[in-house]
């Protein structure tokens, strides 16, 4: 068994080092003006930090964008603040405190650091006069999303989340150690990071990063919110991209499985013209063949066209 986990646990690097080099999650060294001279940046003071956002659009309905793990809005949302509906939605993408433009403080994690992460976002648009909102959230940020839509559902509208996972296993505790040195990540992607954070911040984040996400493997059922899943009302869109080699399917299955109201539909959306699925349902799980960890990037169009189809 132990062999059989360890040969799995390999070839999932092999695939996240591969992963990594065509570009997950890459910081943009650009201008605002890459995205168009309506996207505004500034900061917040909320909960005793200063969280730094970017915002876009005019539209009554608005989106909330959900960073993963060391990132950004500007670093994990580029297509989305650019090309998402502007008349229909007005898109706020921030960044967690110690993550991106809201430093200080230094990021750090405690056991509580995804409610906390969860609270911030929540009041963050508050703070910005938003009465509802849905969300959209990539994995960290998909985390932080579910514990958003459980705990304060008057504020949460619809959400999307993908690449998300509601507790840790052994497999995934392996797959977190095999990302632990950045000095083996590509150049591609730890260059831009060292020119964000500094090689300092940015190793030791990291670090700190899977240090704090391996800490619920030791809770029961290695517990991160499975038990906050049959709380969510809100009308919920799970993606998942079948080759992503830092999130194995049964997270997504378990989440959809523990939503109430729940169905699946399976078609492929890498392919132009590929969106068969009926958006009419609660909750649904789409499944993406040729998704990898970053499918809202490399699948941009089709992603957007599916978020913004479900949202509205």
């Not at 909320?46 to 993963?68: D, K, S």
């Not at 991106?100 to 990021?107: A, K, V």
């Not at 150690?177 to 964000?196: A, C, F, M, N, Y």
């Not at 492929?268 to 970053?294: A, D, R, T």
């Amino acid at each position: 068994m132990a062999k059989a986990l360890g040969s799995r646990g390999a070839l999932r690097l092999r695939l996240l080092l591969s992963a990594l080099k065509s570009g997950v999650s890459v910081p943009l060294t650009r201008t605002e003006a890459s995205f168009g001279t309506s996207v505004t940046s500034t900061k917040v003071a909320v909960n005793g930090v200063h969280l730094h956002y970017q915002r876009t659009g005019e539209g009554e309905h608005a989106v909330l964008l959900l960073p993963g793990m060391l990132g950004s809005g500007e670093t994990d949302f580029g297509p989305q603040i650019k090309n998402l509906n502007k008349k229909l939605f007005t898109v706020v993408a921030w960044d967690p405190r110690g993550y991106g433009h809201s430093r200080p403080p230094d990021r750090d994690f405690p056991r509580n650091f995804f409610e906390r992460d969860a609270k911030d976002a929540v009041d963050l648009m508050k703070t910005l006069k938003f009465k509802k909102f849905s969300l959209l959230g990539w994995s960290d940020g998909g985390i932080t999303a579910l514990i958003a839509a459980a705990k304060y559902p008057s504020y949460i509208h619809k959400m999307v989340i993908w690449g998300a996972n509601a507790y840790v296993t052994e497999e995934d505790e392996m797959i977190y150690q095999g990302i632990r040195d950045v000095s083996k990540w590509s150049e591609k992607i730890k260059k831009p990071l060292e020119t964000l954070y500094g090689y300092e911040y940015f190793a030791k984040t990291c670090e700190k990063w899977v240090d704090g996400i391996k800490q619920f493997k030791h809770l029961p059922d290695g517990n991160i919110c499975r038990h906050l899943l049959p709380l969510i009302q809100c009308p919920t869109l799970i993606v998942h991209g079948e080759k992503d080699p830092l999130v194995p399917r049964f997270h997504a299955d378990f989440i959809h499985k523990h939503v109430s109201g729940s169905r699946k539909d399976m078609c492929s959306l890498g392919e132009p013209g590929s969106i068969k699925v009926s958006l009419q349902e609660s909750l649904m799980l789409h499944l993406m063949p040729e998704g990898k960890h970053n499918l809202h990037l490399r699948f941009a169009d089709e992603f957007n066209k599916l978020a913004e189809h479900f949202l509205q």
